[in-house]
Structures are given as structure tokens and as C-alpha cells.
Nanobody, 124 residues
């Protein structure tokens, strides 16, 4: 079983930056694609970004392209989400998730392990 633990959330003003981290509990992490999702109050969980098993391929939601960057360090079993130029609409609980395949997907149903989430609040 893979356990995921997010960190790095917090409160920031619009235009600011945050870096989220997600540490995994097992080495099996390195063979899996990973993703970041978010859920704002009253809204459905939505895809933010994904990265394949090697880190060589990434994808992003249109709403975060050019502002967010996903990366991973398989030696540390950790995936990151660098968030720049934050907007109030980025306010949500952010979750990392592990996909059993090597290529990432924007479909949440593909992911079988999820972290507990970390709150990101962006004020205007």
C-alpha cells in the first residue's frame, strides 16, 4: 500500500507563491504516475497537474498552465507542485494521488491512492 502525505499549504496573497510537496511511503512510488488535484468548497474535485513515472512528461489543467510546475524526485519518493502567480480562485484543498500506470491521467478515477490534502488559501 502507498501512503501519501502532502505538505506546504498555507495562506498567501494574490500573486504569491507556494510549493507543495507529497512524500510517499514506498519505493513503488517510482513506477507510478502521480497527479495533483484540488477541491474548492462546494465544487467537485478537479485535475490540476500530472507527471509520468520518470518525470519526463507532464500535463496541466488550462487554468494553471504557465503558473504551476509539477516535478518529482524518485530518489526521495516525493512529488512537488510549484505554484506561482497565485489567484484567489486557486483556493482549495490540494491532494496528491498515485496512478497504478506509468502515464498520468486527468481522470481522478484512475488514481488508487490519495493523500489527506493540504489547504491553500489565496487572498485578494
Amino acid at each position: 500500500q502507498v501512503q501519501l502525505l502532502e505538505s506546504g499549504g498555507g495562506s498567501v496573497q494574490a500573486g504569491g507563491s507556494l510549493r507543495l510537496s507529497c512524500a510517499a511511503s514506498r519505493r513503488a512510488f517510482s513506477s507510478r504516475a502521480l497527479g495533483w488535484f484540488r477541491q474548492a468548497p462546494g465544487k467537485e474535485r478537479e485535475f490540476v497537474s500530472g507527471i509520468n513515472w520518470s518525470g519526463g512528461r507532464t500535463n496541466y489543467a488550462d487554468s494553471v498552465k504557465g503558473r504551476f510546475t509539477i516535478s518529482r524526485d524518485n530518489a526521495k519518493n516525493t512529488v512537488y507542485l510549484q505554484m506561482n502567480s497565485l489567484k484567489p480562485e486557486d483556493t482549495a484543498v490540494y491532494y496528491c494521488a498515485a496512478d497504478p500506470s506509468r502515464s498520468s491521467s486527468s481522470w481522478s478515477s484512475r488514481y488508487d491512492y490519495w493523500g489527506q490534502g493540504t489547504q491553500v488559501t489565496v487572498s485578494s
